[in-house]
């Protein structure tokens, strides 16, 4: 059995239980499929034979995705040497293959995980980076309603001491999300996280997010800032931060691809928030961020409400993508 079979019986069985996140998937890719899916069904019908007129048409079709230029050559390479390999002369048939391939892209046999790394004892740590205006505090503010509703004890420290109104914005989304919180404007960011993770220790949080200024103009300063902080943080806190999230909105395309190459250099990055990708026809970029700079997407913003903010799941993602095709 194909992935392509295999993926068609997971998510059946995932319809049949009425699972919440397929129907997020399913209807905050619905820009994406629209273009993505037509264009493939379309390009079935007009080729009987695959040549490379075909070729090229697909290649453009998932550029235009946002999937990215290399990606996208390493998948038309891998696509042509399947195509011969096995055989394949009919359009139709190809198209299961291309959802077999694009789902290899992201997995590719790396153990690198969507999973949270939480502490086994004491806070989990996550220090949150990103350019601003790309949702970084909201993201902050979505994942701890999150991990709220599921019990744990949240507090938020606001690392972005220069931003004006970024201290305040952290403190009213600490109080909507009844989260604990750790602020002071003005002041050096690795001072106020070590006073902050001193009180989240006498108050036993369970998981603290630390949000940073997102100035990427001067690297060589954010890099700085975000190396006393990392310093701070594994001083008052062995091994922390557990995790180091990314936020990046899925609607600038290929510019998130750069901020993450750029926040790559910078800092240890552990993971990825795609911020906003309902509201891009560009869904592809999920494979391209992958490809480019190999991190986990590890949540994916599929809506506006606190509850839309969702662990990020590749065979949803997958189903989202090409459920017109299955």
Wanted: glycine share 8%.
């Amino acid at each position: 059995m194909g992935l392509f079979s295999k993926l068609k019986n997971i998510i059946k069985g995932k319809e049949e239980k009425q699972d919440e996140n397929v129907k997020k998937y399913d209807e905050g890719l619905k820009e994406t499929r629209k273009n993505f899916v037509n264009e493939l069904n379309v390009l079935g019908i007009k080729y009987h034979k695959i040549d490379e007129d075909y070729f090229e048409e697909l290649e453009n079709i998932l550029i235009m995705a946002d999937i990215g230029v290399n990606t996208v050559m390493n998948f038309m390479d891998r696509l042509r040497k399947r195509v011969k390999s096995e055989n394949i002369t009919d359009p139709k048939e190809l198209q299961e293959v291309i959802v077999d391939e694009l789902f290899i892209i992201y997995v590719d046999n790396d153990t690198i995980t969507d999973k949270i790394n939480m502490a086994e004892s004491g806070p989990t740590v996550i220090l949150m980076v990103g350019v601003n205006g790309v949702g970084k505090t909201t993201t902050i503010a979505k994942l701890a309603h999150k991990y709220g509703k599921e019990g744990k004890k949240v507090m938020m420290i606001a690392g972005d001491t220069f931003r004006a109104g970024a201290v305040e914005q952290l403190k009213i989304w600490a109080e909507r999300t009844n989260s604990l919180f750790y602020g002071k404007e003005n002041s050096d960011p690795a001072s106020v996280v070590y006073d902050g993770l001193k009180k989240a220790l006498d108050d036993k949080a369970g998981i603290v997010f630390i949000d940073t200024a997102g100035r990427l103009q001067n690297k060589v300063n954010l890099m700085q800032e975000l190396e006393k902080i990392n310093k701070v943080i594994g001083t008052i806190i062995p091994n922390a931060p557990h995790e180091t999230l990314l936020v990046i909105d899925a609607s600038t395309g290929q510019n998130g691809i750069m901020q993450a190459e750029a926040f790559k250099e910078i800092t240890n990055i552990t993971g990825i928030v795609l911020t906003k990708l309902d509201g891009t026809a560009k869904g592809g970029i999920v494979l391209a961020i992958k490809e480019s700079v190999n991190l986990p997407v590890k949540f994916v913003g599929l809506g506006e409400t606190m509850n839309d903010l969702i662990p990020f799941d590749i065979e949803d993602y997958i189903y989202g993508l090409f459920k017109d095709m299955m």
